[in-house]
Nanobody, 122 residues
Framework: QVQLMESGGGSVQTGGSLRLSCAVS????????MGWFRHGPGKEREGVAAIYTGGSATYYADSVKCRFTISQDNAKNTVYLRMNSLIPEDTAMYYCTATTLMGWIRHEYNYWGQGTQVTVSS
C-alpha cells in the first residue's frame, strides 16, 4: 500500500520559514502529480502547490505564489515544500498527496499522508 509520510512542520513567527518533506514509500501507480494541500481552522481544504512527476511543471495557489516552492528528488522518492515569509493565515495541517493532474484540478486526491501541523504566530 502506498504510504506518504510528511515531516518538517512546526511553530514559527510571522516571516519565518519551514521546509516540509514528504517521503513516498512505494511507487504511486496511476498518479502523475505530487502536491500539498492544507486544511486550516474554519477554512476549506486548499491545494497550495503541485508538481508534475514526469517533468518540472508546477502549480501554486495565488495565496502562496512567490513564497512557497515545491520540488522533488526522484532518487529519494521525496517531495519538498519550502515555505518562506510565512504569515498567520498559513496556519494549517499540511498534507502531502499523490494524484493525477486532473485530480489536482478537481481537488480529488488519490493518496495522502497523516499531515504535519504548521503554526504561524503574529
Amino acid at each position: 500500500q502506498v504510504q506518504l509520510m510528511e515531516s518538517g512542520g512546526g511553530s514559527v513567527q510571522t516571516g519565518g520559514s519551514l521546509r516540509l518533506s514528504c517521503a513516498v514509500s512505494r511507487h504511486t501507480d496511476g498518479t502523475n502529480c505530487m502536491g500539498w494541500f492544507r486544511h486550516g481552522p474554519g477554512k476549506e481544504r486548499e491545494g497550495v502547490a503541485a508538481i508534475y512527476t514526469g517533468g518540472s511543471a508546477t502549480y501554486y495557489a495565488d495565496s502562496v505564489k512567490c513564497r512557497f516552492t515545491i520540488s522533488q528528488d526522484n532518487a529519494k522518492n521525496t517531495v519538498y515544500l519550502r515555505m518562506n515569509s510565512l504569515i498567520p493565515e498559513d496556519t494549517a495541517m499540511y498534507y502531502c498527496t499523490a494524484t493525477t493532474l486532473m485530480g489536482w484540478i478537481r481537488h480529488e486526491y488519490n493518496y495522502w499522508g497523516q499531515g504535519t501541523q504548521v503554526t504561524v504566530s503574529s
